[in-house]
């Protein structure tokens, strides 16, 4: 079953926070996180294995809850190039991804 | 090669035509992974091979659509009697193994239209 992210969109100014959730009603075994610009191929950013492990790099970080199967992406002082369609992936039990919905993000100067 | 490389990059096809889309995964990945993209939506798993275990096609949408996999190296995506409704970007990935917290490498797809 497809995972659920949250919000839809979301429109920043440069400088601003964002935080992007994803939900999942099967046991996780990992998530995934993605970013999409317009007309490319979705780039990974990040895997987080179940543990409630959480992981970061530059400004952009990640959490994943195993026992609400939740994962949620943070994205912090946005910047430009921050802008695209970020896809949650979740894994059960090691096989392929089934992807949420996306969510729009566009960071405004 | 350095990347996943998808061929053709468009493809614009009569409706009812049959349509083969490639796929070259990273050397040495042996997870391969094909996804549809409808225009300003999600991605929608339709097949998985690893290594030389039987395919996961649980994904694929219709009798119409079957792949292949030589070995660990090249896919092939074969779509027959083509529908307006197959019209999407088809996109291949690859991972070095499944489960073992490494993260997908996904081609630049194939545009598919269907006319």
């Known amino acids: 079953q497809q995972p659920v992210q949250s919000p839809q969109a979301v429109i920043l100014r440069e400088g601003e926070d964002a935080v992007i959730n994803c939900s999942s009603s099967?046991?996780?075994?990992?998530v995934h996180w993605y970013r999409q610009k317009h007309g490319e191929a979705p780039v990974f950013l990040m895997i987080?294995?179940?543990?409630?492990e959480q992981k970061g790099h530059d400004k952009i970080s990640a959490s994943f809850n195993e026992k609400k199967q939740q994962s949620s992406l943070y994205l912090t002082a946005s910047q430009l190039s921050y802008s695209g369609t970020y896809f949650c992936?979740?894994?059960?039990?090691?096989?392929?991804?089934?992807f949420g919905g996306g969510t729009r993000l566009m960071v405004k100067p | 090669g350095a990347g996943v490389s998808q061929s053709p990059s468009n493809k614009v096809t009569e409706k009812g035509k049959d349509v083969e889309l490639r796929c070259d995964p990273i050397?040495?990945?042996?997870?391969l992974y094909w996804y549809r993209q409808r225009l300003g939506q999600g991605l929608e798993f339709l097949i998985y091979?690893?290594?030389?275990?039987?395919?996961?096609k649980s994904g694929l949408p219709s009798d119409r659509f079957s792949a292949e996999r030589t070995g660990e190296s090249v896919s092939t995506l074969t779509i027959q009697r083509t529908q307006q409704e197959d019209s999407a970007v088809y996109l291949c990935?690859?991972?070095?193994?499944?489960?073992?917290?490494?993260?997908?490498?996904f081609g630049s797809g194939t545009r598919l239209t269907v006319v």
């Open positions: 990935a690859s991972s070095p193994a499944p489960g073992l917290g490494y993260g997908y490498t």
């Open positions: 099967k046991a996780l075994y990992s």
């Open positions: 987080l294995l179940k543990g409630g």
């Open positions: 992936g979740t894994e059960h039990a090691g096989n392929m991804l089934t």
């Open positions: 050397s040495g990945h042996t997870a």
């Open positions: 091979f690893q290594g030389n275990s039987a395919p996961d």
